[in-house]
């Protein structure tokens, strides 16, 4: 279940997600108002927290799920990061990475160098994703501050490895080491994680050392799974919700009968629902903090490390022409 926050612009999509606590980091709020839904969404009315179809296989994420994501990771994106974003799907959260990096630079006065990988395994998919980029802000793609890959996310991308930031927009059954292993020492990995009682979790990953890695759970989420195929692992971005209410086993929150998922906020019960939604969220929090929990993976690693790809887990990418 999303938010149900519905807004006419991009700018009163933000402020909500401000009032309910989800926006805490004004960088977060500025890139999403400069990086309208409409031109990734093709919903009527792209400024609803929710969900939306793009492709038979791929979507756009909820805007609470977009801005959870940042909130997780904006801090530590520099002018200089490498991210890729594995799933790219809309292109939205990639071109959000990229604006981040050119506004940390503009802060510190330095020119940016940092490049976001956009990987996405289905073609119709990638070009959408290209064309979205290309009206927000064509800059992105010519300048190649994005580079848009077509290929199997299974085993990300060694070709511009090591990575600051790994975002995965599909929920993955495990924790994914082949992505740990293609992090920088402090890296971070964001990922929807399902739990061995089917319940998903935004998770993020922090590669201490070569060997060890904290893992905090962020919230509660809903993600299309990633597919499994004999040669890949794919997901479809971005189908996803954030459900700050699940834990509380309190899917009624907007008013409380069966139809509570389609339910958008209106004049009359706006106040009462925010201030449900606050609560909600605020008890989430509080049973997720403290939270962190330290893995030893080096055995993996050695493993993993030992062992070259080969067969049905080589990679493939494509550079996308133009990209």
Request: with cysteine; proline share 5%.
């Amino acid at each position: 279940m999303s938010l149900k926050l519905e807004a006419d612009s991009m700018a009163g999509l933000v402020k909500q997600l401000q009032v309910c606590g989800i926006i805490k980091n004004k960088k977060v709020a500025d890139v999403m108002k400069l990086t309208d839904r409409k031109l990734y969404c093709p919903a009527p009315n792209p400024y609803v927290d929710k969900p939306e179809r793009i492709a038979e296989c791929s979507g756009i994420s909820a805007p609470d799920v977009h801005a959870l994501a940042l909130e997780a990771l904006a801090e530590f994106i520099k002018p200089d990061s490498i991210i890729m974003d594995l799933g790219a799907g809309s292109g939205y959260l990639t071109a959000c990475f990229a604006k981040l990096i050119e506004m940390k630079a503009k802060e510190l006065k330095v020119k940016p160098s940092g490049r976001v990988i956009g990987i996405d395994i289905q073609d119709n998919v990638l070009r959408l994703a290209q064309d979205n980029i290309r009206k927000d802000d064509a800059n992105l793609i010519k300048k190649r501050r994005i580079i848009m890959l077509e290929g199997d996310g299974k085993y990300g991308c060694e070709e511009f490895a090591p990575y600051d930031i790994i975002y995965v927009g599909a929920a993955v059954p495990e924790t994914p080491v082949e992505l740990l292993l293609q992090l920088k020492i402090n890296g971070h990995l964001l990922t929807p994680v399902i739990a061995d009682d089917g319940k998903q979790y935004l998770m993020q990953f922090i590669k201490k050392t070569s060997g060890e890695v904290v893992k905090k759970v962020i919230s509660p989420v809903e993600f299309d799974p990633m597919i499994i195929t004999d040669q890949s692992m794919v997901g479809a971005e971005d189908v996803a919700s954030h459900d700050p209410n699940e834990i509380l086993n309190d899917d009624k929150i907007m008013n409380g009968d069966e139809d509570a998922d389609e339910v958008v906020m209106n004049d009359a019960d706006e106040e009462d629902t925010m201030t449900g939604i606050i609560e909600g969220i605020k008890e989430t929090k509080k049973m997720l903090a403290n939270n962190e929990e330290v893995l030893n993976i080096k055995d993996e690693l050695s493993k993993r490390e030992q062992t070259p790809l080969s067969g049905e887990n080589e990679k493939h990418y494509n550079l996308r022409a133009g990209a």
